[in-house]
DNA sequence: TAATATACTATAGATTCAGTAGGAATTAAA
DNA sequence: TTTAATTCCTACTGAATCTATAGTATATTA
């Protein structure tokens, strides 16, 4: 797995969403003067937020965006799925098939898809909820 | 972490070995046919594991790669960071280290660091003897 | 109607990837 | 001693991906 700025970033505009439940629409230049985000590349990333169906948005004056339910619900790797193209750690895997020809003679082959499984798994394990909070990784 | 075929390649050539013990010192040629990886992009990926003394050669006629050591004492992830540059999730942490300035305020960085300790332990715990046996997924 | 947003498409520079090219140095066998 | 086979070394290159930026159209509210 390779997380691009991409997807980075799509998890902290999440995050900051999440921080802010009670202001409504939040605009896209707000969230990109906190986090420090050029607006104009926030707005392709949100694009993919948005088709599936992970905020939702109001155009127009006071629009922007917001999230579509409570934060302990979002997954981190289901954030990642919708905006990183492949999040295997190798190309020979790709949304947990093989797409490798020689798959049967490759004698790796069964351990880069346990670790995809091990990433993934832990991925779908930690929510939005549990990044706001850090008591995950609270004394590290 | 993302994979590429360099690291790819140099675990195929070190299981390639591991798979001749008798034959002494094999030629890249060899090699390269037998797994049907270009011989020239081999000598360049197998000059990183020799560097970091993982084969040792001989040259001239009849010479080649053989492995130091047994093939239980390698670990996938001993391979892969002699020959990949970056095998974390994301470019902000490197071996081990958090590279990004703004850490202390990031939500995200502790959960990216415990994947990439997932990671790192479980490509330390796979050996290349278990990919040539293939037990550890037999029947997966 | 003016101001403020999202929505959409195209483009571009930088970096990395994946592999090639060419030749120098070394060694064993003929 | 010559020849063939091999490692070793450096430089180069085309393609893909990454990381945005630019410009414009559309929608909404005050």
Redesign the interface.
């Known amino acids: ?3 691009t700025s991409k997807g ?1 970033y799509a ?2 505009v999440m ?1 900051d969403l999440a921080q802010h439940p009670e202001d409504g629409f939040v605009s896209l230049k707000t969230v990109a003067e906190r986090q ?1 985000i050029s607006m104009k590349y926030l707005e392709m990333i949100v694009g993919h937020l948005k088709k599936a169906e992970l905020v939702e948005s109001t155009r127009g004056k006071e629009g922007g965006y917001r999230l579509c339910r409570d934060a302990a619900s979002y997954s ?1 790797g289901e954030i990642l799925h919708c905006i990183e193209d492949n999040l295997a ?2 190309s ?1 895997i790709r949304d947990g098939s093989i797409t490798c020809d ?1 798959a049967e003679l ?3 082959i ?6 995809d499984e ?2 993934n798994k ?2 779908e394990s ?1 929510t939005l909820a ?3 909070s ?1 008591d ?2 609270k004394g ?1």
Chains 1, 2 share one sequence.
């Open positions: 797995m390779n997380v980075r998890l902290r995050v420090g981190v750690p190798v020979c020689h490759c004698l790796t069964p351990m880069w898809k346990e670790l091990i990433t832990y991925l930690i549990d990044l706001l850090g995950k990784w590290t």
